[in-house]
């Protein structure tokens, strides 16, 4: 009879297969400012708030840092009306999510002398009406506002009417918040910059003349290089004060009552009737045809994140395999260890 070698089998022939990486839970400082981003070279924490000079300012600071990444903007599964609008993708603004970072060192970025906590801030009611043509006039892809078949548009011998189409949104989701309030663009400024809790070193007014270019020029100073704000997603460039009638003012203060709750912005008196702003006709066809692409947009980025997220499953369900094959051969190797004792 032949005798079987008693050479050791390594347990090493197949090396380890790693568990997919799992996501800590977020800190009660990660959950209170969950958008905020981080320049962590120029030591800088920036709280974004929507319809606040966000886009220019998110640009602003990826250029100051240099983490910029125009190269990722071709990879992007997530819907953009413009290549602008990508910077708010961090694998494209290349900032730090604040709330990814360890607990000590959020506490360090929200104490330190030598960090600058930037903000910005605009008139509650410019805000929310640049937030009505954006995310709901002209149906921006969002995928917190469900459906828009709750808001319809005022028409003047087919044309939009801009004052009354805003002020029936504003009656709407008085009546049925729940249409909106999952969509930051609807959430208050105290929301995003937490007033009385985090110790902003700067808070910038963006209608203010000069304050932002004024905070352009002393990044630049703090980046050592030249900067230049750019103006970006200015829509229609309709001035609120045109189209916020005195009901539809009202309804705004109700709703962001934080907002107003300083002196900063106080409560401004508004027309009972304003004067009509209709869309012309080949303006009407524009916000349609806009809508129609945002549409498309959303779609699109729908079916491939579908495939993303089918991939993904795949590739777990290989490494599972992977796995469990793993473990079959080494309990093969343990059987075959026992009988050669």
């Known amino acids: 009879m032949r005798l079987m070698s008693k050479r050791p ?40 708030t929507t319809k606040a000079a966000c886009t220019a300012l998110k640009f602003l600071l990826a250029e100051a840092e240099g983490s910029l990444n125009t190269k990722a903007i071709e990879t992007l599964t997530t819907a953009a009306v413009t290549r602008a609008h990508t910077i708010h993708n961090p694998i ?36 929310m009406y640049s937030s009505w043509e954006n995310r709901v006039l002209m149906r921006a892809p969002s995928s917190e506002i469900g459906t828009y078949e709750s808001f319809e548009d005022v028409l003047v011998d087919d044309c939009i ?26 959430r208050s400024q105290a929301d995003a910059l937490r007033p009385g809790v985090i110790g902003l070193t700067h808070v910038l007014q963006v209608e203010k003349d000069g304050e932002l270019a004024d905070f352009a020029g002393a990044l630049g100073k703090r980046a050592n290089k030249p900067l230049q704000l750019k103006r970006l997603n200015e829509g229609l460039r309709v001035h609120y004060t045109d189209v916020v009638s005195a009901r539809a003012a009202m309804l705004i203060e109700q709703w962001w009552q934080s907002d107003f709750a300083d002196s900063t912005y106080p409560i401004q008196k508004f027309p ?53 094959r793993q473990g079959a051969r080494y309990g093969a190797r343990e059987i075959i260890r026992r009988l050669r004792r």
Not at 13 to 38: D, N
């Open 9 to 48: 089998i390594s347990r090493e022939a197949t090396p380890p297969i790693p568990a997919p990486p799992t996501v800590p839970p977020l800190s009660p400082e990660g959950m209170l400012i969950p958008a905020a981003l981080v320049a962590p070279k120029l030591k800088i924490l920036y709280l974004p």
């Open 161 to 186: 009417d801009l004052g009354a189409t805003f002020a029936l949104f504003m009656d709407k989701i008085s009546e049925e918040p729940f249409l909106v309030n999952q969509d930051d663009h609807f």
């Open 272 to 324: 009972e009737n304003l004067d009509s702003v209709v869309l012309t006709s080949r303006e009407t066809k524009m916000v349609r045809y806009i809508r129609e692409v945002s549409t498309r947009l959303g779609v699109v980025a729908t079916e491939l994140q579908t495939k993303v997220s089918e991939l993904e499953q795949q590739v777990h369900e290989q490494w599972l395999v992977a796995r469990e």
């Open 92 to 127: 494209v603004s290349g900032l730090k999510l604040f709330r990814e970072l360890e607990p000590d060192e959020q506490q360090h970025i929200l104490q330190a002398d030598d960090w600058w906590r930037v903000g910005a801030i605009r008139n509650p009611y410019a805000r």
